[in-house]
């Protein structure tokens, strides 16, 4: 169990991180104002981790304890809550096994599309803090990163093609087979909404200047 002084810390510092981006993005501030009185507990149970999420208008205040009982709580392990988190469609997530819901659930799938729709400003947020110079590293990076998750895709397929032509007679059962299958798949489709993602952070710090000959 993780020691209770360095959880607040924990806590303490992430919510300063996020409040301090949610001044950047007033709708998402507004969204959450809205759930004001409301409390999400989440308990990472890999961590022994317990969180309270209390949206307000200034963003979230997040707690280690207390003592009012919360609408809903969520408890899974930090991989789970993770794959969540970039969910498409949470509602349906939350239906797996691997969470334990008490309360209401409309208020979990509202927080977590909150989250997944945040936006903030970025380029300006880089301008801020390390200026015009860095933009070519950025940039070169971000390129890097793109190339990779298109290669990390294809060595995924081609893994798994090799796989099931050579591997699949010394399988034990066509369970596993199936299994690793899903786990693949699920890989391969987190990796393209990385790759969109950074795709998409990189078009709006660099976009192409038409104007130039």
């Not at 209390?54 to 809903?72: F, K, T, W």
């Not at 309360?103 to 945040?118: M, N, P, R, S, T």
């Not at 950025?138 to 081609?158: C, K, V």
Request: glycine share 4%; proline share 4%; net charge negative.
């Amino acid at each position: 169990m993780i020691d209770p002084t360095i959880t607040m810390a924990v806590l303490a510092s992430a919510e300063g991180a996020l409040n301090a981006l949610l001044t950047r993005d007033p709708p998402t501030q507004a969204k959450l104002a809205r759930l004001q009185g409301q409390v999400l507990q989440v308990r990472v149970s890999d961590l022994e981790l317990d969180c309270f999420i209390h949206p307000d208008s200034a963003g979230v205040r997040l707690l280690g304890y207390d003592e009012s009982p919360p609408q809903a709580a969520l408890h899974a392990s930090s991989a789970a809550l993770l794959r969540l988190l970039a969910s498409d469609d949470a509602a349906h997530s939350l239906h797996d096994p691997d969470f334990c819901i008490e309360g209401d659930a409309g208020l979990i799938i509202e927080l977590q599309q909150i989250a997944l729709g945040y936006e903030f400003d970025l380029e300006a947020l880089i301008a801020e803090v390390l200026g015009d110079v860095a933009a070519h590293s950025i940039s070169r990076g971000l390129d890097s990163a793109g190339r990779w998750l298109a290669s990390s895709q294809q060595s995924l397929q081609q893994s798994l093609t090799d796989y099931l032509q050579e591997e699949l007679s010394q399988l034990p059962s066509a369970n596993e087979v199936e299994s690793f299958t899903d786990e693949l798949q699920q890989t391969r489709l987190d990796l393209d909404r990385l790759e969109a993602r950074i795709k998409q952070l990189q078009d709006r710090l660099f976009p192409t200047d038409t104007t130039q000959d």
